[in-house]
């Protein structure tokens, strides 16, 4: 058999006011005056020393992408076959005849029509806290084409706290599919 209403308030114990469960909470402002000088600081070191630690993790990943960019750009070149704009984005190659032989060469050999897509992008530099020099070794293509993989000599200047600089020095002829560089 179904209860009434007066069955039911009257076996319970009667609810809880509003004003009774507000007065129980402590207001903010009584909470912010209790914490100390202390605790103050160390929260704003603490939120402070968080934003550092980002920001330097934003700047130090923002690097690879740089190094990317800048092989993307060079194997735009390449598919052009733009030998101007390939040496131009080639910091050390410029001066280095047999670089410049290899980038005359693939500017001609590796000429194709369409756009570059990354196949993979190894790099023995990649997060370097300091400076480093070393290949990266790319794998691309065209669509419509057959892979190709080069390496890539990257430097790297600079350290983790003043921030780290990327220059490509020279690109290597194409190696086979299974090749390190």
């Known amino acids: 058999m179904p209860l009434t209403r007066t069955q039911l308030t009257s076996d319970s114990a009667p609810p809880p006011r509003l004003s009774s469960l507000l007065g129980a909470v402590r207001p ?4 912010l005056g209790a914490l100390r000088p202390l ?3 160390l929260i ?3 939120v402070a020393l968080f934003l550092a630690i980002s920001g330097l993790l934003a700047r ?3 690097t690879e992408n740089l190094e990317r960019d800048d092989i ?3 194997l735009r070149a390449e598919v052009i076959g733009d030998e101007r704009g390939m040496l131009s984005r080639l910091s050390g190659c410029p001066t280095t005849p047999k670089c410049v032989a290899v980038v005359k060469v693939d500017a001609a050999s590796l000429h194709r029509t369409g756009a570059v897509k990354l196949l993979s992008l190894t790099s023995s530099t990649n997060h370097s806290l300091t400076s480093a020099t070393g290949p990266t070794r790319v794998a ?9 993989v080069q390496c890539v000599t990257v430097k790297r200047t600079g350290n983790f706290l003043t921030g780290i600089s990327v220059a490509l020095l020279s690109i290597g002829a194409p190696v086979s599919n299974e090749a390190d560089c």
């Open 72 to 74: 993307l750009a060079v």
């Open 28 to 31: 903010l402002r009584s909470r």
């Open 140 to 148: 691309w293509t065209v669509i419509g084409h057959l892979p190709t």
């Open 44 to 46: 704003v070191l603490g």
């Open 39 to 41: 605790h103050i600081a």
């Open 60 to 62: 130090f990943f923002a």
